[in-house]
């Protein structure tokens, strides 16, 4: 009888157990969202094709078409869970010919060598960049909604060196007579794209970090402001004569700084220089996109710069309410907070860091779009999504590339950002520490998504209040130590649910 009341018990507390669900000894952290408050629209979120994708692209099929779905597709499999990462932006180097030159380039890395469309007798052959043409195809086959052309250099046929980087420090390498041949083979480039990919790039970047000196290692051009907003100018009348819809982004400058300080001589203070009234006044041409984008590095750490960088864009934007601001290239450099350049870290660490970035750029910075480096890397260093091998050639998975896919999976182009606030009312620098939280409706697909990212090494108890939107139900997919990305709950937003510790988790709902 003794052991009859004991299996009784038993049973009873396992009963009582799985009917409650997980449990945790840290208090209920209330997340209030108000789906009438808004922020800023989110137009995507990317990543380039630089250097290895090139590679990549001429290996077998088995590990081209993994990193092809990994990175475009948004299907799910037969129990829920996301396939890819589903990026809405494709950034594609127009690259400047430094591979047609090997070791003459100056660039000794193969893998930083890119093809030229143009050929020396200023003919076009777009048989080249083969491999990076493949993705672009992928791209388009699985839909992703945008696309960026963006150029490290001019050809090589148009540079004063005939190289693709830089033989004087601090100088432009190209001639000023050569500016209308360079605006008018960005044309053509990509009139020949679409007509071989029937991709219609929506965005083209004439010059990428033009405060940089570029003289070697890779391909790149420095440019003054007054050399760059010639340029524009003559890109501008290009695109008009030859009746593209594309439009230019400027000023992808090389840090947040650039924008609105002179720190580099003559290649500063971009904002004012290119929507102000100055003779470098590029902003009000027609096909010039109302945004201004930058790259994340340098400003990342210590937090507190981080802050006061973004409140800074942000100042020197508010004078500029037409434009939006996109962030359009970061990876891990050097300094970051603990978090190394090299060797390459696959672990969950990583995903959080580049998740904590993402986080402060959209809530803080208030960007409308996010853009990593390298969408693969063969480089023993923190700068791709995937890695691949070249010795096997296959590609992998990282953590990292899951965090990301947590916002570049259910963020849609077309969300909005909503208020988000949490019951224990944590300043931004705590947040970091622990939980921070970003709310976006998407009203053309009736989707709401909230990402959550807890930074630390317990789990925190979440319940949902959700105003101004009729949400019955939410699902929530998980990057972890354990889980990529993986579906592992639907519940109704009334509950509780326990936010693994370190840990990204998207809750996706429909919005009724």
């Known amino acids: 009888m003794r052991t009859f009341i004991v299996y009784l018990f ?18 209920t952290i209330t997340v209030s969202i108000d789906g009438d408050i808004t922020y800023q629209t989110i137009d995507n979120f990317g990543a380039s094709d ?7 692209g001429l290996w077998n099929d088995t590990a081209r078409n993994f990193a092809a779905k990994t990175l475009f597709s948004k299907d799910f499999d037969a129990v829920g869970n996301p396939l890819g990462i589903g990026l809405s932006l494709w950034r594609f180097n127009i690259g400047a010919g430094s591979a047609e030159q090997g070791d003459a380039s100056n660039i ?10 143009m050929n020396a007798d200023g003919t076009y052959n777009f048989n080249k960049q083969a491999g990076q043409v493949w993705f672009l195809q992928k791209a388009k086959e699985y839909n992703v909604e945008q696309y960026v052309a963006f150029v490290n250099s001019p050809p090589i046929y148009l540079t004063k060196n005939g190289k693709a980087n830089s033989s004087v420090r601090n100088e432009v390498n190209m001639e000023a007579s050569k500016f209308p041949l360079f605006a008018d083979y960005l044309t053509e480039v990509l009139k020949g794209l679409k007509q071989k990919t029937s991709v219609a790039f929506d965005y083209i970047s004439p010059v990428v970090e033009p405060q940089w000196v570029w003289m070697g290692g890779q391909e790149g051009i420095h440019m003054k402001n007054n050399e760059f907003s010639d340029i524009v100018r003559l890109l501008d009348k290009s695109i008009q004569t030859k009746s593209l819809q594309t439009k230019i982004l400027i000023p992808e400058a090389g840090s947040y700084d650039y924008l609105f300080n002179n720190i580099a001589s003559e290649c500063g203070n971009q904002i004012s220089e290119f929507w102000g009234v100055g003779q470098n006044q590029i902003g009000n041409l027609p096909t010039v996109a109302p945004i201004v984008t930058a790259h994340a590095y340098f400003l990342n750490w210590p937090l507190k710069l981080m802050l006061a960088k973004r409140d ?3 100042k020197h934007l508010s004078k500029h309410p037409n434009l939006k601001f996109w962030q359009t290239e970061y990876c891990i450099m050097g300094g970051n907070e603990g978090i190394p350049s090299v060797p390459r870290d696959t672990s969950i660490n990583l995903g959080l860091y580049v998740a904590r970035q993402i986080h402060l750029d959209i809530v803080k910075g208030n960007v409308s779009a996010w853009h990593w480096w390298l969408a693969v890397s063969h480089y023993n260093y ?5 890695v691949a091998n070249e010795n096997t050639k296959q590609v992998t998975d990282t953590k990292l590339t899951w965090a990301f896919g947590n916002f570049s999976r259910f963020v849609r182009p077309g969300a909005v950002r909503v208020e988000s606030a949490l019951s224990n009312n944590p300043s931004i620098e705590n947040q970091t520490k ?23 090494d317990k789990e925190i108890p979440l319940e949902f209040k959700i105003s101004n ?7 929530a997919f998980e990057t972890s130590s354990a889980n990529n990305l993986k579906k592992t709950d639907k519940f109704s937003v009334g509950d509780e649910y326990i936010i693994p510790k370190k840990s990204v ?4 709902g429909d919005i009724q």
């Not at 890395?109 to 093809?115: F, I, M, N, P, T």
């Not at 939107?469 to 699902?475: A, D, S, V």
């Not at 988790?505 to 996706?508: A, E």
């Open 10 to 27: 038993v049973i009873t507390l396992i009963f009582i157990n799985n009917a409650c669900g997980p449990t945790s000894n840290e208090p």
């Open 505 to 508: 988790t998207t809750f996706y």
């Open 434 to 456: 622990a939980l921070m939280l970003s709310a976006y409706k998407d009203l053309k697909n009736k989707k709401i998504t909230i990402v959550a990212i807890n930074m630390s």
């Open 469 to 475: 939107l009729k949400i019955k139900k939410l699902t």
């Open 312 to 314: 800074s864009v942000n």
């Open 108 to 117: 000794p890395d193969k893998y930083r060598r890119v093809e030229s469309f």
């Open 382 to 386: 923190n700068d791709g999504l995937l």
């Open 50 to 56: 630089c250097w290895t994708i090139q590679h990549v």
